[in-house]
Nanobody, 121 residues
Framework: QVQLVESGGGSVQAGGSLRLSCAAS????????MGWYRQAPGKQRELVAT???????NSADSVKGRFTISRDNAKNTVYLQMDSLKPEDEAVYYC???????????????WGQGTQVTVSS
């Protein structure tokens, strides 16, 4: 079994910073992509940022210049540094990973349980 465990959410004032972490554990042969999505109340889940095993990143326009995604392949961990937070960033943030559990070529998507980020104005 594969688990994604997130940490680092919390409450912060507008303009502040938070750092999210997500560690993958369990049966893991390789991880191709890891990333973060978020879902605010009444809204659909949306992409925040992703990073490949090679370090290529992609992020939503709304967070460019403020959020930075990084990854430690040796630790199977992805990070999201969130700076200059705005009230509209408030949401539950979910870790996502595309993982190959065994030597077989099959890949599967996994999600973390979510961590709340609250931004007060």
């Amino acid at each position: 079994q594969v688990q994604l465990v997130e940490s680092g959410g919390g409450s912060v004032q507008a303009g502040g910073s938070l750092r999210l972490s997500c560690a993958a554990s369990g049966s893991i042969f390789s991880i191709s992509a890891m990333g973060w999505y978020r879902q605010a109340p009444g809204k659909q889940r949306e992409l925040v940022a992703t990073i490949t095993s090679g370090g290529n990143t992609n992020s939503a326009d709304s967070v460019k210049g403020r959020f930075t995604i990084s990854r430690d392949n040796a630790k199977n961990t992805v990070y999201l540094q969130m700076d200059s937070l705005k009230p509209e960033d408030e949401a539950v943030y979910y870790c996502h990973a595309i993982i190959r559990p065994t030597i077989l070529p099959n890949e599967f998507q996994y999600w973390g349980q979510g961590t709340q980020v609250t931004v007060s104005s």
